[in-house]
């Protein structure tokens, strides 16, 4: 099994097991649920993704964050139904303090009985740590509303994407402190368990580890090739959402736009004014025009390279992720394919 260390180890010196995770879904899972035990760990309804968030420091005000859009809306009110329908017995409710984690807490499970910056900051912190190590009360669960880069930090067998907006993680806890992946409730579920007669069938996860997955890269292609089929399925990941905003800015052509994801979105550089960095954006979208995501060529957490089209052809877009700040990019470039002028 690929071990994969997460930069909880780093921060607080804990491991996590390497055991084989279990997968409970749907029905199964809401019977584990019931008898108590377990942290769900939840990461906000759907929000309105054209909405440029300030990344440092983080917004206050309401008018100011990225909030829950109708969609996210429904899907908060839905979790609500599944965990009345299921008597799921919820215990501490803590959340996030953004907009967006609070209206999912309240409307999925009533008012937090917690608040906390813990559940927000990165780089991770002992405390956060410690908000999800620490186990429920016996006979009931406890529920996380936060942030995806919480989950997949702190929850072993998780990566950047496994757990979309109004999607969570299940996770049980050992004596030794760890703890452990049980199962996931994913965005199609919370509709299956509320109604089985829509249910859609639960698609298999596509392993790429391991031996099994050797057979499945052989078989069809590499993980990269799948993303074929969907041309603008940007990653949910650090640098996927950078490269997303990048995008969005880019194709307005307004100056304005480019300087306020700049300054929202990318690590300062005394070597390169504001001046400078908008005139070379200036350049670019008259060369190019708007850019269309074709396909996503490589993803990692902190690092996708897109194929892109525009008026002048084909061409790669690389963003990488800072390590120190993963929400903000160091570098944004543009690669002309070969044959292109």
């Not at 950078?242 to 929202?264: C, H, L, Q, V, W």
Request: proline share 7%; charged share 25%; aromatic share 6%.
């Amino acid at each position: 099994m690929l071990l994969r260390l997460s930069a909880l180890a780093v921060f607080t010196g804990l491991s996590f097991s390497s055991a084989t995770t279990i997968d409970l879904r749907r029905e199964e899972l809401m019977t584990a649920l019931r008898q108590g035990g377990y942290t769900i760990i939840l990461r906000h309804a759907r929000t309105d993704r054209s909405f440029n968030e300030q990344r440092d420091p983080v917004p206050t005000e309401r008018s100011q964050q990225r909030n829950l859009n109708e969609d996210g809306v429904r899907d908060a009110r839905l979790m609500g139904v599944v965990f009345r329908k299921y008597k799921i017995p919820l215990g501490e409710i803590i959340s996030s303090p953004m907009y967006r984690c609070l209206e999912t807490a309240e409307m999925a499970a009533g008012k937090p009985t917690q608040v906390t910056m813990a559940l927000r900051v990165m780089p991770p912190t002992p405390e956060q740590a410690a908000v999800v190590a620490t186990p429920p009360k016996p006979g009931t669960n406890r529920l996380l509303v936060t942030h995806h880069f919480v989950i997949e930090l702190h929850v072993f067998g998780i990566q950047p994407g496994d757990i979309g907006e109004s999607e969570a993680a299940v996770v049980r806890h050992n004596a030794d402190g760890q703890v452990e992946l049980v199962g996931k409730i994913l965005l199609d579920d919370w509709a299956a368990l509320a109604d089985p007669s829509k249910a859609k069938p639960i698609e298999p996860k596509r392993d790429t580890e391991g031996v099994h997955g050797a057979l499945v890269r052989l078989l069809h292609g590499s993980p990269d090739s799948s993303y074929a089929s969907k041309p603008a399925d940007i990653p949910d990941t650090h640098a996927g959402h950078i490269a997303r905003e990048y995008i969005t800015a880019f194709n307005t052509g307004s100056p304005d736009k480019m300087k306020a994801f700049i300054e929202s979105w990318m690590i300062q550089d005394p070597s390169r004014p504001m001046d400078q960095r908008l005139k070379t954006y200036g350049q670019l979208f008259e060369e190019h025009g708007a850019l269309a995501v074709t396909s996503v060529q490589t993803s990692q957490a902190l690092e996708v390279s897109l194929g892109m089209k525009s008026k002048r052809g084909d061409f790669r877009l690389t963003v990488k992720a800072s390590e120190a700040q993963p929400m903000r990019a160091t570098s944004v470039t543009f690669a002309l394919l070969q044959g292109h002028p």
